[in-house]
C-alpha cells in the first residue's frame, strides 16, 4: 500500500514567489493534516480537513498561506508570497476514521527554502 | 500557544539504560496521546499511545506512563539501542482529530 505521497520533496524559491506543496492522502483515511516543522516550535497544526472540508485552520500563519482539498485523494498548501521566514519542513498526514488511537500517517516532508 | 511541551530538547544515554522522555500539556481535554519517533529526512512515525482512561500501556521495549492529574505523560525505552537515537514527538488530542505536538526530544544512544 502506498503511504501519504508528498511533492515535491524539495524546494528552492525566491522570496515573492507563489510555492504550492502537494499531498496524496492513503486511500480510504477522511482527514488531513498539514503541519509545518521549524526547529523552535517543532510541529505546528497549520490545518486539518475531514472529509475534504476545512476543519480547522486557526494555526495557518496568515493570509499568505492558502489550503485546499478538492477531493479526498488530493490536496494542497499554498503560500503566496513566500518569505524567508517560511522556510522549513512542511508535512502532510492522513488519518482514517475507524482508528480508535488518532494515528497519523505522515509523508516524508516537503523541504522548503525561501531565499 | 504551546498545549503540549516536551522541555528536554535532546536526551543522552547509553546503550543498555533507560530512556526517559517527558511531556506536559496543558488542554484538560486531550483524551488521546501518542508518541512519534522521526529519523532523519523521513515523516514521523507512530510508536505507542494511550487513552485517558489508562495509567500505563507498555509494547515491547516501549512503555507509556499517564498522570492526568499532573498533565504528564513520559515514554520509557529499556534497554536502549543505538538504533532508537531519533527525535521523538509527544501528541495529544481531544478528539482523534486535532493532534497537536511537542517540539520534540532528540535521543542519542551511545553504543
Known amino acids: 500500500d502506498a503511504g501519504v505521497i508528498q511533492s515535491p520533496r524539495h524546494e528552492v524559491t525566491e522570496m515573492g514567489q507563489e510555492v504550492t506543496l502537494r499531498c496524496k492522502p492513503i486511500s480510504g483515511h477522511n482527514s488531513l493534516f498539514w503541519y509545518r516543522q521549524t526547529m523552535m516550535r517543532g510541529l505546528e497544526l497549520l490545518i486539518y480537513?475531514?472529509?475534504?472540508?476545512?476543519?480547522?485552520d486557526s494555526g495557518m500563519p496568515e493570509d499568505r498561506f492558502s489550503a485546499k482539498m478538492p477531493n479526498a485523494s488530493f490536496s494542497t498548501l499554498k503560500i503566496q508570497p513566500s518569505e524567508p521566514r517560511d522556510s522549513a519542513v512542511y508535512f502532510c498526514?492522513?488519518?482514517?476514521?475507524?482508528?480508535?488511537?488518532?494515528?497519523?500517517?505522515f509523508g516524508e516532508g516537503s523541504r522548503l527554502t525561501v531565499l | 500557544d504551546q498545549q503540549v511541551k516536551q522541555n528536554s530538547p535532546s536526551l543522552s544515554v547509553q546503550e543498555g539504560r533507560i530512556s526517559i522522555l517527558n511531556c506536559d500539556y496543558t488542554n484538560s481535554m486531550f483524551d488521546y496521546f501518542l508518541w512519534y519517533k522521526k529519523y532523519p529526512a523521513e515523516g514521523p512515525t507512530f510508536l505507542i499511545s494511550?487513552?485517558?482512561?489508562?495509567d500505563k500501556n507498555e509494547d515491547g521495549r516501549f512503555t507509556v506512563f499517564l498522570n492526568k492529574s499532573a498533565k504528564h505523560l513520559s515514554l520509557h525505552i529499556v534497554p536502549s539501542q543505538p538504533g532508537d537515537s531519533a527525535v521523538y514527538f509527544c501528541?495529544?488530542?481531544?478528539?482523534?482529530?486535532?493532534?497537536?505536538f511537542g517540539a520534540g526530544t532528540r535521543l542519542t544512544v551511545k553504543p
Open positions: 494511550i487513552s485517558s482512561i489508562k
Open positions: 501528541a495529544a488530542s481531544p478528539n482523534n482529530n486535532d493532534m497537536r
Open positions: 480537513f475531514n472529509n475534504n472540508v476545512p476543519i480547522d
Open positions: 498526514a492522513s488519518a482514517g476514521g475507524g482508528s480508535m488511537t488518532g494515528e497519523l500517517f
